[in-house]
């Protein structure tokens, strides 16, 4: 609240760690300069900036809404009519930075917030101008060292990733990447590794949006997305009249079917298997220090350790492929306050930071750390799910990281955690530089947890300080599992060329769980067994490897189950596990 005039403000502080970087202030009194002399409504109004008893401040105008990343998430590909209300909107924006000499360099769908103005219409508003480029001026010619590029992997342009000169063209580029997202709802280029996507945006030809997309249309963003900068338009305005007279033009056309999303999609995500050598040899990686990037010429340590989680596909039709086709098809909308949580927590000013958050299998825990995951690494961080073992080599790859966030699933099964927890306890304790953060996923979080924080008094303190772990329970009641199945069903069917089928009786307490929901959905588009225990037989042999795992039997051969013994393990995987290996062994006993 400004208390002089009693309106709400938004009020941006610099961190204590970064007012004696001079680099950092010069960059955050910048972005207030260029804030200021913006004044297309879809800019954000400056109040006043300064330096107070050592902290320094921006005041602007309280936008209450939500980021276009939040919004395409949840909802998928706009309309045309919607992409290009929008995309006007921030080009007007760009060109009247642009004509006061000031690049972006940093223009993302986290960067534009979506709002209602007081007649319903839906309105954006531009933020972000930290990272901005003053062209030819000499107070910006040192913000940025030659040998660094300043942007966001997923909507950096050619010349800002060989780290040559910008300009309007630069932002343009990124116009054309977040445009051609918000029409497919997917981007041009979506290489899992941040250096394969580095060079797809440097050689790779962006694919063109397909029909029914008017021509026109798919004329100005392939423009926009030109590799080099003088094949692009010459001037913001120039691209929001070519998009104007575009639209102006499709009338009701511009509605992607399943079929041409799918095939977009899979163009956009062709692999690209080697980076080209810089002058020292090796290819670019991003060392990120927040959801922007300042990237260098050295190659990640992690960049075979932390991974999407999303693996690669399974064969077709069998139960694997159930569990991730429904990752690329059916949307993801749930556990807002959950993301907010995650966000909060990794962007704190913690050097370490370890959290917890468990529940039974199928309750979306995995689902959450993946979308969540996807969303920290668009923006360009070091981040993913370790899939390979706690080795000696990849604790010393972890504990020692600046910056990342690494995803630890099935925590209570992986051997080494606890001298992962261990290492993370001593750097915590020493409270350096950088941002490290270690998600663990576990079934429960019971007497396993307990029995690590009990070793050791650093790793208990580390547990000490960090969130309570979050439990999280089944999302989909009763009277919502018809309209999730169909939902669900309705996607897989136009994705596989199929009807869509009726609901099922869904009344079992196990599809409670958005996956059990998205499974049954699957199976019935693919004509196969619907019922729940049908579907606990399609995850069986996965649940009953990962219990006997758990308690150190993993070399006893599932053949070895009766149908009763593998009923008491899916019994167990229901209700979060046996907490100890004695429990198993007395469930088994009972009914083999």
Known sequence: MQLPVGREVAVKVMGD???????????????????GRLRHEAAVTLFDYGEAEG????????????????????????????????????????????????????????NIMLFADGEGRERAKVLDFGIAKILDADNGATLTTGAAMVGTPAYMAPEQIRSAPVGPGTDLYAMGVILFEMLTGARPFAQRSVSALLVAHVSTPAPRLPAPFPSAVADVVARALAKPIDERFASARAMLAALRHALAGAGQAGTLTADALLETQAAAATFVPEAPRSATGSAPRETPSTPTVTATSAPSPLDDLLHSGVGKRPRRGSPASLLVARHRVVPWAHRADEWAALDAWADADDAVGVWLIHGPGGTGKTRLAI?????????GESAGFVNEPLTDAAIAALATARQAIAVIDYAETRPGLFELLRALANRWQDDGPGRLRVLLLARNGGDWLASLRQRDADVDDLFGDAPPPLSLSALVPDRERPAEFCRAAE???????????????????RFGRALYVHMAALAAVDGLALTADGLLGALLDHEARFWLRRVGLEGMSARRFTADATAAVAALTLCGGARDRAALLEHLARHA
């Not at 760690?17 to 804030?35: I, S």
């Not at 996607?491 to 009726?502: E, I, K, N, S, T």
């Open 17 to 35: 760690r970064h007012r004696a970087n001079e680099t950092l202030r010069a960059r955050f009194f910048r972005e207030a300069q260029v804030v």
């Open 55 to 110: 902290l320094l401040y921006i005041v602007t105008e309280l936008v209450r809404g939500e980021a276009l990343r939040r919004v395409l998430a949840r909802e998928g590909a706009f309309s045309l009519a919607r992409a290009g209300a929008i995309a006007e909107q921030v080009l007007g924006v760009l060109a009247e930075a642009h004509e006061a000499r000031t690049v972006h360099r940093d223009l993302k769908p986290d």
């Open 371 to 379: 979308e969540w995951i996807e969303h920290r690494r668009a923006v």
């Open 491 to 509: 996607r897989f069917a136009a994705a596989r060329g199929r009807p869509v089928p009726p609901a099922p009786d869904l009344s079992d307490a």
